[in-house]
């Protein structure tokens, strides 16, 4: 594609020439690029709010673009590897690990593509199926992540409800937790079992919980807004949940 390649060439030439970013390395554009995921989660979240927001996904995977780019010409000028050889190694994965695409296995279902694609990578890496799992994600993300492996091994319930009846059980063991200490044990197995409910719902979280921080964003800017000294707060709450609902 000529447009790829333009594009190339004009972070070749940010890097020649522009002071920020060739001043820029690995370390220096890591928080950038979390920045840049997290913005475009927030975009594809805004999706189901306005069809139009797709102009937005578009904008915010561009920014995403822009930081593989970034750090893959910083690779190239320390002589690691360039963007052909992200795109080559890519490739080579995608075509190793769908051997039901690009070659004579017959796979039927979503599940055995993913037990399939996990095989597949702990023979390549000869190790756990856990070991993939970044210590760095969002604990959320992390908690999600961990509970599709263990689904591979079993290590799971047969259906929501049973997910759904593990999260009562950890929420009534809170509640009887006696101390401070037992109570932080228990809010974390709470949180693990709600993350796996989820999983269930086949919804994501980390992106659940981001909708709902946002609407309660929106509620509180609009109690804020009409707040007043002898305001009702539970009543300017209640009309801002019916706002939502026009």
Not at 9 to 22: A, G, N, Q, T
Request: charge should be negative; proline fraction near 2%; aromatic fraction near 6%.
């Amino acid at each position: 594609m000529n447009e790829f390649n333009e594009l190339v060439d004009i972070v070749k030439k940010l890097r020649e020439e522009c002071p920020w970013d060739m001043k820029q390395t690995h370390e220096s554009l890591s928080r950038h690029l979390i920045e840049e995921a997290y913005e475009l989660l927030d975009s594809l979240a805004s999706i189901e709010e306005e069809d139009s927001n797709y102009e937005l996904v578009k904008d915010e995977l561009g920014d995403l673009l822009l930081q593989i780019l970034l750090h893959s010409k910083i690779a190239e000028e320390n002589n690691k590897f360039a963007i052909v050889d992200v795109i080559n190694s890519l490739q080579e994965k995608l075509i190793q690990r769908h051997p039901h695409v690009f070659g004579d296995v017959k796979l039927d279902s979503a599940d055995e593509v993913e037990k399939q694609w996990e095989s597949i990578k702990q023979k390549d890496n000869e190790a756990s199926i856990f070991d993939d799992i970044n210590s760095k994600l969002p604990s959320i993300t992390r908690a999600f992540k961990t509970q599709r492996k263990a689904k591979k091994l079993n290590l799971s319930y047969s259906s929501y409800e049973e997910a759904l009846e593990d999260l009562l059980s950890e929420v009534k063991e809170l509640e009887e937790a006696k101390n401070l200490s037992e109570r932080k044990s228990e809010i974390g197995d709470v949180l693990f079992a709600i993350v796996n409910v989820c999983r269930y719902l086949d919804t994501d979280p980390e992106i659940q919980l981001n909708k709902s921080t946002q609407r309660f964003i929106k509620r509180a800017q609009y109690v804020e807004k009409y707040t007043k000294d002898d305001s009702d707060i539970e009543k300017l709450w209640k009309e801002a949940k019916k706002t939502e609902e026009k």
